[in-house]
């Protein structure tokens, strides 16, 4: 076992007195740059969206965490979160609310989690546990149950894709039962 444990001390040792080309140091240098991955954690986060000079989201949270590798940033917020969307004069038109959000900086995506409310200016109101939001374009999307409310009527069913504001959706399985006059 002693004779063992000097081979394995001489090994390493010549091993490590070896030195690298400087083309090699360049090509290790250049690997570690690429998976170089940086996290930033953040409590009682208030955070800004601006699109051309204008303020287009508002984001809440109590604890955020950002990961960034290479050129993807991707923030991870532990809610309650909270996001209100603005129209292009600053005017608030959908707020937002869910226990968690993923928010992707390069395809400006949110995902939302958990008790996922959207509430319209127009009162709309959406539930669902799952939703994804691409802030290019403004559309929403859901492949769980939802439920959208408004002063007259609601409607739920699986499988959701619309405007967040939710002037125009499509519900794909509609669920439930109705009357018709």
């Known amino acids: 076992m002693k004779y063992l444990l000097s081979i394995i001390i001489f ?12 083309y090699d140091k360049d090509r290790v240098a250049e690997a570690l740059s690429d998976s170089l991955l940086s996290v930033t954690e953040s409590w009682d986060i208030e955070m800004e969206i601006i699109e051309n000079g204008q303020r287009v989201v508002h984001i809440r949270a109590p604890y955020a965490k950002s990961y960034q590798e290479g050129t993807v940033t991707e923030t991870k917020m532990d809610g309650p979160v909270e996001v209100i969307v603005s129209d292009s004069l600053g005017n608030p038109v959908t707020l937002v609310r869910s226990d968690e959000a993923t928010y992707t900086g390069r395809e400006s995506k949110f995902k939302f989690r958990g008790k996922v409310v959207v509430i319209t200016e127009e009162g709309r109101i959406l539930r669902t546990e799952m939703m994804d939001w691409m802030q290019q374009g403004r559309t929403i999307s859901s492949d769980d149950f939802v439920t959208i409310t408004t002063a007259a009527d609601s409607i739920a069913g699986f499988g959701l894709t619309g405007q967040d504001d939710l002037s125009a959706y499509t519900i794909s399985r509609v669920t439930g039962e109705f009357q018709l006059n």
């Open 11 to 22: 090994v390493s040792a010549s091993i490590s007195c070896t030195d690298l080309s400087s």
